[in-house]
């Protein structure tokens, strides 16, 4: 396995001081944020370390170039909108960037992006299912033509009013992911699988691993912990951001020689990218650099 992080966190430093402090700080790889450029729409959303506008070419130089100096590469091409929007136009716009990041992908000698499904979070998963299959059967389609693989992460995207009740990202749930690959069986259809998603909501976060062992394309390292006083207050149905609080690896409610340990038997040797979400650590730059360091330092001890 190879331990990275995700470079949502750096929206302020350009790809090559991502790669260098990436580099300097002991890391093997960096899964780049691929969003167009503009105004972020939500927190960790918007961040450009690779314009997919700009000439191939040029991003291809200055990627292998970034390679060779520090010894660190992409993981995958990251970008997390809602192509199931019920806004047409921002829907529109997700699913013509997840092509141009597709095709792109191949083009800078990468195999992976990594996404969400979207959802309208109005509706049930079944009414959502149409719009599902008409959106993705397409992109993976094109993904297995280029031989690129999709990382779907598991996060509910279920954090806030304009979330809620039914999150926007549809892959939640084993049972959910098990009925996505049943209806796409693409090789290029797999997981972004992070374990803080299942620990708010209260599973297992151990089994998937044994049980889509096939669809692991890539691993989000991050932590969570619940608060139980609160959650006794409010309730499972209630906003999960007043219950629970996103940490760093080894902060929070994983057990993460468990997890490494269930990675390795189900033969995962990819990429495993440290996410990081906690506000402990976001008053500035460095503390961003200083969240990372701990998280790698405490992660290393389970990769070779």
């Known amino acids: ?35 167009p450029p503009g105004k972020a729409l939500r927190r960790y959303a918007g961040t450009t370390h690779i314009d997919a506008s700009q000439p191939v070419e040029e991003t291809r130089t200055r990627l292998k170039t970034l390679f060779e100096t520090t010894g660190v590469v992409a993981s995958a091409l990251g970008y997390y909108p809602n192509a199931l929007s019920a806004d047409a136009a921002e829907s529109e716009v997700a699913i013509n960037h997840l092509r141009t990041v597709i095709d792109l992908a191949p083009e800078l000698g990468l195999d992976t992006v990594t996404s969400f499904i979207g959802r309208d979070p109005a509706r049930t998963v079944d009414a959502n299912w149409p719009r599902f299959l008409e959106v993705w059967t397409p992109l993976i389609g094109r993904a297995e033509e280029r031989g690129v693989r999709i990382g779907i992460e598991n996060c509910p995207m279920l954090f806030s009013a304009d979330e809620w009740p039914g999150g926007k990202n549809l892959a939640t749930s084993p049972a959910i992911w098990r009925r996505m690959f049943e209806a796409i069986p693409s090789k290029s259809f797999g997981l972004n699988y992070d374990p803080s998603h299942m620990v708010w909501q209260q599973m297992d976060y151990l089994r998937p691993m044994k049980d889509f062992k096939s669809r692991l394309v890539h691993v989000h390292a991050k932590d969570a912990r619940l608060d139980l006083d609160s959650v006794n207050d409010h309730g499972v149905l209630s906003y999960p951001g007043l219950w629970h609080t996103p940490k760093i690896p080894g902060m929070g409610d994983i057990h993460w020689g468990k997890f490494f340990g269930a990675l390795t038997d189900a033969g995962y040797d990819g990429h495993v990218a440290i996410e990081v979400e906690d506000r402990a650590f976001e008053g500035s730059l460095d503390k961003r650099k200083e969240a990372l360091r701990i998280a790698g330092r405490y992660l290393k001890q389970f990769i070779a």
């Open 1 to 35: 396995m190879q331990l990275g992080f995700v470079s949502a966190i750096f929206p302020e430093l350009t790809l090559e001081e991502v790669f260098e402090f990436a580099g300097e700080a002991g890391f093997a790889s960096v899964e780049v944020m691929c969003w």
